[in-house]
Structures are given as structure tokens and as C-alpha cells.
């Protein structure tokens, strides 16, 4: 599959209309794992929780310039702006989150730092030159991540810093098993239209190839495990919704949801993984 093909494939879950994602993520539409620090946490404030980690992870004190690439519904580049005042360029191939982001970004005040770049990051030139560079949930849509790393690592400036998180297979043994099962392909394919769940020992092997410096790694699985469940049930909850928004969508989501969510230790985990650009080690002590 060419570049062309799996950001089309892609698209064709990230193009459905943001009202069905209304129905079971949280109110800033972020698309990835929160961050509970209890069981009665929200799912919005485990969301909000998860945005500030962030922020400290990538050592964000306020004015950085922050680049997302696959910023899906523009949850962590409109924190950023409103939280921090940066100036947040995010990159999405969907331009119904172009659309919504825009919207968005006008309603909370902060459109002179937004910046959008419709389409593929492997494709758009990007002359800009950043203090952090995220990249959430993105990457398992991308075929080839050393490249991407890559290019990542050469926007940023000398000491910036990188944020990736992601869902990975155990190991290569259990990838090598699971992969092509009919239950991951429905995740992967029938889901996403293209994503490739590598070990987190394959994106660490990007990560240095592409120059960086590996800083630091957070499992976040049980925390990804609690999200997905909050998401089933607000997508049953609001089944009529999802149901009115695109009609026979409910079963295939929630069957998505459960998939996912059987797998954590046993087959897959998630990881949130920091590095930096530099050739010493961290904020640049040896």
C-alpha cells in the first residue's frame, strides 16, 4: 500500500462527521488515551489531565511553538494555545477536522495561533521550525515512521522536543501472531483503513534512527484500557445518536471498542515515549 493509499484508507474513519464523535469521546473530541488518577476521575478531566502531562513532558512553560502532527480533532493544539499561549500548528489529511479545529479555534479566542496544514505530513512542506513536536495516537497510520521521525527531528530546533504516543504489540513474537487475525484486521482496516500496531521496540528503533535522543517512557495501558471503556459507554448510552449520525455504525464501533480493549497485556500495550534533539542527554547534561 503507496503512501496515497493508506491516507485515503485512513480517511475514511477520520472524515466521518465530528457529531459521531460527539456521541462517545470527551468534550475536546481527544482521540487518544486520558490519564485517571482515580476511579472517580471524569473522562474529561482524565483528558485534561492527560494534555497537561503532556505539556510536561515536552517541558512547556508558555510562548513554545508546537508542532502536532495527526492533530485529529484539535484537542492538544487548542490547549496548548488557550493554556499556554503557543503557537500550535497542527496537521491533518481530514478536512472535516480542518473544518471543526477552525470553528473551534474562533469560538475559544485563539485563531491567530492556530495554524492548520491539510494533508499528509509525509507531503506538506513545512518551513517552520518548532520547540515541540507531538504526535498522538498518529504514527500507526504511517508506513514508513523512520521517515516521519525524521522529518520531525529536522522541524525542530537544537534542544526541542518530541512526544509519541502510541499503541504497540507486546512484542514481534505476538505481533507476528496477531496481526493478521480477524479481530485486529477489523480494528486496523476495517476501522481505520490502514494502521500498523509495530512493538514499541520498533518505534524506539525509529526514534534513535532519526537522530533523536530517547528520553523517557510512560506505560500508559491501563489508562488507555479505562478510556476505551468510558468510550463504550457513552457510545451505548448514546446509541440513538450514533445511530441517527450514521445509521448500522453502532455494532461496528462498539465491536472495535471491546477488540481493543481485550487486548491490553495479553497482546498490545500503549506507551507514551519523550526524546530530544540533541547530542548530550537530557535538557543537555551528560
Known amino acids: 500500500m503507496t503512501l496515497s493509499d493508506t491516507t485515503r484508507a485512513t480517511n475514511q474513519h477520520y472524515e466521518l462527521p465530528a457529531e459521531l464523535f460527539t456521541a462517545y469521546l470527551d468534550r475536546r473530541l481527544k482521540y487518544s488515551s486520558g490519564l485517571f488518577e482515580s476511579p472517580e476521575t471524569t473522562l474529561d478531566d482524565a483528558q485534561t489531565a492527560k494534555l497537561h502531562f503532556v505539556a510536561r513532558q515536552l517541558g512547556i512553560s508558555g510562548g513554545e511553538r508546537v508542532l502536532d502532527v495527526g492533530c485529529g480533532w484539535g484537542s492538544l493544539i487548542l490547549f496548548m494555545a488557550v493554556e499556554f499561549e503557543c503557537t500550535a500548528t497542527g496537521v491533518t489529511p481530514s478536512a472535516t477536522q480542518v473544518e ?42 504511517m508506513p514508513n515512521q523512520t521517515e516521519v521521525l525524521t522529518k520531525a527531528y529536522g522541524l525542530l530546533h537544537r534542544g526541542g522536543s518530541l512526544y509519541l504516543s502510541e499503541s504497540c504489540f507486546r512484542n514481534k513474537a505476538t505481533y507476528d501472531e496477531f496481526a493478521d487475525r480477524p479481530g485486529t484486521m477489523h480494528v486496523t482496516e476495517g476501522i481505520f483503513g490502514f494502521a500498523d500496531m509495530v512493538p514499541v521496540s520498533c518505534l524506539v528503533e525509529s526514534i534513535e534512527s532519526a537522530g533523536f535522543s530517547l528520553t523517557g517512557l510512560t506505560d500508559l495501558t491501563a489508562h488507555y484500557h479505562e478510556t476505551i471503556a468510558r468510550w463504550e459507554q457513552n457510545a451505548l448510552s448514546n446509541k440513538d445518536e450514533i445511530e441517527r449520525v450514521m445509521p448500522g455504525y453502532l455494532e461496528p464501533l462498539v465491536r472495535y471498542l471491546r477488540t481493543a480493549n481485550a487486548g491490553w497485556g495479553y497482546t498490545s500495550k500503549h506507551y507514551g515515549l519523550t ?6 542527554g537530557p535538557k543537555g547534561m551528560p
Not at 479555534?105 to 515541540?132: K, M, N, P, T, Y
Not at 526524546?275 to 548530550?280: I, M, P, S
Open 100 to 141: 471543526h479545529i477552525t470553528a473551534q479555534a474562533e469560538r475559544l479566542g485563539v485563531a491567530d495561533r492556530i495554524h492548520l496544514r491539510h494533508g499528509s505530513f509525509s507531503d506538506i512542506d513545512v518551513s517552520e521550525r518548532f520547540d515541540a513536536v507531538t504526535m498522538l495516537g498518529s504514527i500507526i497510520h
Open 275 to 280: 526524546a530530544q534533539k540533541t547530542r548530550l
